[in-house]
């Protein structure tokens, strides 16, 4: 068997029925989590028209749940080290029933972007509180990279998978039913884990570093807010160019707070990891891409090929089907061909993909092309993520996966909340609609390309160094 670059190892033990069952239930928080992500996206109209938002307010039911699950999930992810793996998603499912409630029970606009606010803050506790609790349960090698392609797949199939749930309640029954339906899956999780999962935390005795938290937390909701606001107002907008300041200065000061602190949120010593570094890079690439092709595609259909958000939704899943794939082959593939290799040929695989849909036109006959394409690259995508996960919470003790799939974790959810966006302000450039997809793809897959040159060029190093 080869390790993340190719080097052999020997091989570990079966999954036993304990482990099946912790996976299980982990999976599906997991999967639970990023439906709430998209699930609202194709039902954005209904939702404004039934509580009076604006056209121009539609964007915070999204920035909403975004700002908070990007911005607090390095924070939480280190807090679980140190109090708790299980007590941190058990916060966050508690938190997650209470949003969705508030949500779905929402009489007007304030009170919904409460809880859309409360299901971001769940989100950045509950997904690297489940993850790390992946990574500790299962020994490096070939059963964590089982487990974690599963868990990619099931984490980038929820996005898609969102998006159809979302068509499907808002057709059928209510749009409140995006919300509503995570109420009974959280209580059950919170029944449920305290008998399954065992605690895992940090030894006694180490400290949150206070100012590392506040300066990277603070950077990561002003970086958020300001690509946002230049994707949604133009990159000139006061507000967006502020925000992008702030984030850099406070950027900048969590670098010099984490030289100084005795312990601090983010050693340095794990970003000059090449395997932490390259394949967070990695990940970001992957999930930038694939979440903003989405959009991209999601225009395509209803507004070139004017199909409803319920059909929109069932082409999507499609690409779902990719994506699912692709996690369940990417452990294999890690097997023979290493981490390094994997990441690479999964980003250019989705790359290829993604540049045929460049010949995408007005007739209802290209959906054929669209459907293949974006099944193939949801394949190839998640062949990138699952490497990427195992590449960037590999050779790091039990003490350190909390803060490795922390940082997994926000490039997950940083990739998704600002791809989107800069895909947007690409595709809007353009005076036809179809034009200004046509060009944001061929960028979404000059990107892929791009980042699958870099890492294979600087991710030459043993997982260990």
């Not at 939702?47 to 924070?75: H, M």
């Not at 109090?83 to 029933?97: E, I, P, V, W, Y």
């Not at 967070?280 to 209803?302: C, D, P």
């Amino acid at each position: 068997m080869a390790t993340l670059t190719g080097v052999a190892a020997p091989a570990t033990t079966r999954m036993t029925s304990r482990h099946r069952l912790i996976l299980t239930l982990l999976l599906g928080v997991q999967f639970m989590l990023a439906i709430d992500f998209s699930i609202l996206n194709v039902a954005l109209p209904v939702v404004g028209e039934g509580l009076g938002f604006g056209l121009g307010s539609l964007q915070w039911i999204a920035t909403a749940f975004a700002l908070p699950a990007a911005g607090f999930t390095l924070l939480f992810g280190r807090v679980a080290d140190l109090f708790g793996r299980r007590r941190m998603l058990l916060t966050g499912m508690a938190l997650l029933a209470v949003g969705s409630l508030i949500g779905g029970l929402a009489p007007n606009p304030a009170v919904l972007l409460t809880g859309r606010v409360l299901q971001g803050l769940a989100t950045a506790i509950a997904t690297p509180a489940a993850l790390s609790l992946i990574t500790t349960s299962f020994p490096e090698g070939p059963l964590r990279n089982r487990a974690l392609g599963l868990s990619g797949a099931l984490m980038s199939a929820g996005f898609t998978a969102g998006a159809v749930l979302g068509g499907v309640l808002t057709d059928l029954l209510s749009w409140r039913w995006a919300f509503l339906i995570n109420v009974p899956i959280a209580l059950f999780v919170l029944a449920v884990a305290p008998r399954v999962i065992g605690e895992s935390r940090h030894p006694a005795g180490t400290r949150l570093d206070v100012p590392g938290a506040v300066t990277v937390t603070g950077g990561l909701l002003a970086l958020v807010y300001g690509i946002t606001a230049a994707g949604s107002h133009g990159w000139t907008d006061p507000y967006a160019l502020g925000a992008l300041a702030l984030a850099a200065l406070l950027m900048a000061g969590f670098w010099f707070a984490e030289r100084r602190a005795a312990a601090p949120l983010v050693p340095l010593g794990v970003l000059a990891r090449r395997t932490v570094t390259w394949g967070n890079i990695g990940g970001f690439v992957a999930f930038a891409t694939e979440t903003s092709l989405v959009f991209l595609m999601t225009l395509y259909l209803q507004q070139v090929l004017g199909f409803s958000a319920l059909t929109t939704g069932l082409a999507l899943g499609v690409l779902g089907a990719g994506t699912f794939a692709g996690g369940v082959a990417a452990p294999k593939i890690m097997a023979r061909l290493g981490g390094r290799a994997t990441l690479v040929s999964g980003l250019l695989v989705q790359a290829a993909a993604t540049a045929a849909l460049i010949g995408l036109g007005t007739g209802r006959e290209w959906i054929g092309l669209l459907l293949v394409a974006t099944a193939v690259g949801g394949f190839g995508n998640l062949v990138a993520i699952v490497a990427f996960m195992g590449i960037a919470t590999s050779g790091l003790p039990n003490d350190e996966q909390g803060l490795a799939t922390g940082l997994a974790t926000m490039t997950q959810q940083v990739a998704i909340t600002l791809g989107i966006p800069v895909m947007s302000a690409v595709a809007t450039a353009r005076a036809s609609v179809l034009g200004g997809i046509h060009t944001a793809t061929l960028v979404n897959a000059a990107i892929a390309v791009a980042g699958a040159a870099l890492i294979a060029l600087f991710l030459r190093v043993r997982a260990d160094r």
